[in-house]
């Protein structure tokens, strides 16, 4: 093992209070190489202020370098370019991008700001490793610095085919900054695979042996590196007493009626319209079910000050409204609509005691609620997972039911044959889901980034 780790990612965490699949994961892999975590601590400060110095909290080994973003750069750079340009541009809705020339000079500058805070801090012989799309180019200011640390980069969303990719101005330039990094990991085959044909159609690159790729003067290995969960931790989490209660209770509440869940961020790359549509059908075409299965979804919100988020949360509110007032009575609530955030044993809770998962993003990175929602059955009495062809999951999880989530009635179908599934094929679609989420257990994905990006050659100064 060689020197330390430093991560990059938009929001740190803490080592010791690490929640969430992520940052449990990047917590472990910190704890046990010792390093850095930076980032941004989620404040703002107001215009003029200035953000000062990032504040240093040390943690054992392992040291949180977090500051604020001031108001301005919220709006441009985490807003802006981030969320209302790459985050649609990479789940395919070129309906939702708003180009501004501001927005890019800002993520460009933020990212530089970012470089001057963390490159005093890498030493010689530190891995660095980059994740997602807010801190693309930072990769590439950091060598404007000089740094010669090996660096890798992880996209967390998809990667898009290149004719979406080229709607942006400055395709080309963001396409160039990933090569200063030695190893790119994507979700699945399928977003290398876009990668490659715009750098080889696009760029004039070219794929050599032992997965390198050679354009803009540079050599860069390009893998997928599927992440996964903490598969034990989110297993026991399902056991504890306060989980057990929960779930009898819910059984209770549900008077034996049958439990479909989702859980999301309220985000228009989830599907969540078309899936209250798809529950719609089900109820319609198959109204044996009528009374006795509930929809409960959590959707907690996020990035309302951007339009497209806030216009979503009207849209599913009026659609529940409107199918509860289609199908309910005195003692049968069909949908139940739940707009913040639950605690994450509530959550492992919940999973168990519902008898489907429905995971139906229209473009999904790779989707941890699937993962997690297997994880979380009972191997002798399992629910169902209906999944989207479109998330990344599906690549590997195809023993769950997979579905096209833009075809609401062979959603519905789905979710029918789910509730109606025999226990013998329950439990060998689940074992089947098991043997994926165990091979991709999230420990298992960053030993194997880190592991490959050790492994690259040294890089050379530029
Ligand atoms: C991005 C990519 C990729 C959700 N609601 C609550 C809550 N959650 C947790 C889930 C899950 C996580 O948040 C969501 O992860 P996803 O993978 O489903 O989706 P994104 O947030 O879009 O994540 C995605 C991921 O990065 C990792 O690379 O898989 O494709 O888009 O863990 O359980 N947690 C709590 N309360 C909630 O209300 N505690």
Not at 3 to 15: D, E
Not at 93 to 116: G, I, P, T, W
Request: charged fraction near 25%.
């Amino acid at each position: 093992m060689t020197g330390r780790l430093i991560c990059a990612s938009n929001r740190t965490g803490s080592t010791r209070a690490a929640s969430g699949g992520l940052a449990v994961a990047l917590s472990a892999a910190l704890k046990e190489r010792g390093g850095i975590w930076f980032g941004w601590n989620g404040e703002t400060v107001e215009e003029g202020e200035s953000t000062g110095e990032p504040d240093v909290t040390e943690e054992g080994n392992v040291r949180l370098v977090a500051g604020p973003l001031t108001h301005h750069e919220f709006e441009n750079y985490y807003l802006g370019y981030a969320n209302s340009v790459l985050w649609p541009i990479c789940h395919h809705r070129l309906d939702h991008v708003s180009f501004r020339r501001d927005y890019v000079d800002d993520y460009r500058r933020v990212n530089r700001r970012f470089a001057h805070q963390l490159g005093p801090l890498v030493r010689e012989g530190d891995l660095v490793w980059v994740h997602d799309y807010h801190l693309i180019p930072l990769g590439a200011e950091l060598r404007a610095q000089g740094i010669g640390a090996r660096m890798g980069f992880f996209l967390h969303i998809p990667f898009p085919p290149p004719d979406i990719l080229m709607a942006m101005p400055e395709h080309e330039w963001l396409i160039r900054s990933l090569f200063s990094y030695d190893l790119i990991g994507f979700q699945t085959n399928g977003d290398r695979m876009n990668f490659l044909h715009y750098v080889t159609e696009q760029a004039g690159g070219k794929v050599g042996s032992g997965n390198k790729v050679c354009a803009f003067g540079r050599e860069v290995e390009v893998r997928a590196f599927p992440i996964g969960i903490d598969v034990e931790g989110f297993k026991q989490m399902t056991q504890t007493p306060e989980a057990r209660r929960i779930i009898r209770r819910m059984r209770q509440r549900n008077l034996g009626r049958s439990q479909i869940i989702g859980v999301d961020r309220l985000d228009y790359s989830k599907g969540l319209p078309e899936r209250y549509k798809a529950f719609q059908q089900l109820l319609e075409r198959y109204p044996e079910n009528q009374g006795r299965v509930v929809l409960m979804q959590i959707a907690q919100p996020t990035r309302e000050a951007v339009d497209a988020y806030s216009d979503l949360r009207q849209e599913m509110e009026w659609l529940s409204g409107a199918i509860n007032g289609q199908f309910g009575d005195f003692e049968w609530t069909p949908i139940r609509n739940i707009h913040r955030s639950v605690g994450r044993d509530t959550l492992a809770a919940l999973f168990a005691a519902s008898r489907v998962g429905l995971v139906t993003p229209l473009r999904d990175g790779m989707n941890l609620v699937a993962k997690e929602y297997a994880a979380a059955q009972d191997e002798e009495e399992p629910g169902v997972l209906v999944l989207s062809r479109f998330a990344g999951a599906a690549e590997m999880m195809d023993a769950a039911l997979l579905v096209n989530p833009y075809n609401m009635e062979e959603v519905a179908n789905a979710m029918q044959r789910a509730l109606h599934m025999p226990a013998e094929e329950r439990r060998e679609r689940h074992q089947g889901l098991m043997r994926v989420i165990e091979e991709t257990d999230v420990s298992i994905w960053a030993e194997a980034f880190l592991s490959a990006l050790e492994h690259t050659p040294p890089p050379r100064q530029e």
